[in-house]
């Protein structure tokens, strides 16, 4: 049974034992189990990984299984759960489970997936998708946050953070956590603050090499990729990166199109450009037509979804990719 995660809250109960979290949105998923499952379903947690169930099946099911006065009611989490989990979700379904509640979590699991597949078409399951964060949804967690800590910020700033986020949530909470800790007596934060606050060498390293790939500075990208190999962790953040830049550079190319003063569009571009990118972006807009800007925001579309499919192998394929592209 499919189950949008805004009503995942107000559907839980003792009845559902088991419920499937999967998405790209990793860090939604364990926000809504901090906060909203491991509160309401029981103070008896327990946390597993896939492999440890798998390999070790016969103590699990007895932790499943057996009750005592002081756990009787326990809730059990599955962490990476893929298909492999599928054969002993239908065991335990055919067992007399009462008073506990499985809570599998996976990353994207594409329209094929057996497990998927499996808790979509029962109604006694729940399935809930956890869908890719918007600059909407974003912004709204931004305007919030500053909101309850009381301090004055800009449109432009805000949009600066969520900007930057690249559309990773736990990348944004990270840089709100730094602003908090670091502002808290503070009544207002300008925007060359927030930047020097919340740039990383990391970022700093995914910036350099987005502009060089876009530069088609072939020599100069293999040098920062020897310096700074990508980690597998890396991989969907420097297309976050690229992407971002190159949806931007599309957004310029048809105002300096219709406008053709590409300085003063620049210098009154939202969210705000840095001084030292101006003249990164102008060399980037004169090196990039837009047809082929749209080619290379397509790719990087196919690519995103071909490494949520195949994680083990997105350092290489990224790399492959950024080779080709300069």
Not at 4 to 13: F, I, Q, R, T, V
Not at 205 to 218: A, G, M, T, V
Not at 238 to 243: F, G, H, Q, R, S
Not at 261 to 280: A, H, M, V
Request: net charge positive; with cysteine; charged share 30%.
């Amino acid at each position: 049974m499919i189950l949008k995660h805004s009503d995942l809250s107000k559907n839980l109960n003792q009845s559902k034992i088991f419920y499937l979290l999967y998405g790209f949105n990793t860090a939604l998923i364990d926000e809504v189990v901090e906060n909203e499952l491991k509160p309401k379903l029981s103070k008896n947690i327990f946390v597993y990984d896939e492999g440890q169930v798998i390999n070790d099946f016969d103590n699990f099911l007895d932790n499943v299984l057996n009750k005592s006065f002081f756990d009787n009611d326990k809730l059990i989490i599955i962490n990476r759960g893929t298909d492999k989990i599928l054969e002993i979700i239908k065991i335990l379904l055919e067992k007399s489970i009462s008073e506990t509640t499985i809570v599998i979590k996976s990353n994207t699991l594409d329209k094929k997936s057996k497990l998927r597949n499996f808790f979509e078409k029962n109604q006694n399951l729940y399935c809930v998708p956890f869908y890719e964060d918007n600059n909407q949804s974003l912004n709204l967690i931004v305007r919030k946050f500053f909101s309850q800590n009381k301090i004055n910020i800009s449109s432009q700033v805000i949009n600066y953070i969520v900007d930057k986020s690249h559309k990773n949530r736990s990348i944004l909470k990270n840089d709100l956590e730094k602003i908090k800790n670091f502002y808290q007596k503070k009544k207002s934060i300008t925007l060359d603050e927030i930047s020097k606050l919340t740039n990383t060498p990391v970022d700093n390293d995914l910036s350099e090499l987005s502009d060089q790939i876009l530069l088609k500075n072939k020599n100069k990208v293999i040098k920062i990729l020897n310096e700074n190999p990508l980690r597998a962790e890396d991989s969907i953040l420097i297309l976050k990166v690229l992407l971002n830049k190159i949806k931007r550079l599309k957004n310029l190319k048809k105002l300096i199109t219709n406008f053709q003063d590409t300085d003063k569009i620049l210098i009154s571009y939202r969210p705000i450009i840095f001084w030292k990118d101006k003249e990164i972006i102008k060399h980037q807009l004169k090196i990039l037509s837009l047809h082929k800007i749209d080619e290379f925001i397509k790719t990087i579309s196919i690519l995103e979804l071909c490494l949520k499919k195949n994680p083990n192998y997105s350092d290489r394929m990224v790399n492959n990719f950024i080779l080709e592209a300069t």
